[in-house]
């Protein structure tokens, strides 16, 4: 299951999603974030895995998905997935391709129990409808 948060810069996403990730981490579940830079690790339960994509050489939805994917593998007890800033952590803004990651990621996730929570800077009427469906 994905759920996206979209909405322009500065209208309390990130607000949100810290939230979220903070009251999931105390329900003893196995969280991963993925950020662009360290901007959330004094945010976050100790719990959460946070993981700073700067470190890695990822570019584009492609490798993103590739990625989760081999998150998935190596933690079978995953309950919850979080993308800090999809954009700046794929290093790419094509909608479309965010609609045909986010289409993937759904077929991936289909069947199993982790929920994926991609946050999207942007006004959310001007993405495909392909996208709009998951917020």
Avoid at 108 to 119: E, H, M, N, R, S
Wanted: net charge negative; proline share 4%.
């Amino acid at each position: 299951m994905i759920k996206l948060i979209a909405g322009p810069k500065g209208t309390g996403k990130t607000a949100k999603l810290v939230d979220d990730i903070n009251a999931v981490a105390a329900s003893d579940s196995n969280v991963v974030c993925l950020e662009r830079g360290n901007r959330l690790d004094q945010l976050l339960k100790p719990t959460v895995r946070l993981v700073n994509m700067k470190e890695y050489p990822i570019e584009g939805f492609d490798q993103v998905l590739a990625f989760i994917c081999g998150i998935c593998s190596k933690d079978y007890d995953l309950t919850h997935i979080y993308v800090d800033a999809i954009c700046k952590v794929a290093n790419e803004s094509d909608t479309a391709a965010l609609a045909s990651f986010l289409t993937k990621l759904d077929a991936f996730l289909d069947g199993t129990p982790v929920v994926a929570t991609i946050l999207y800077s942007g006004d959310i009427d001007t993405l495909p409808e392909e996208v709009r469906k998951f917020a």
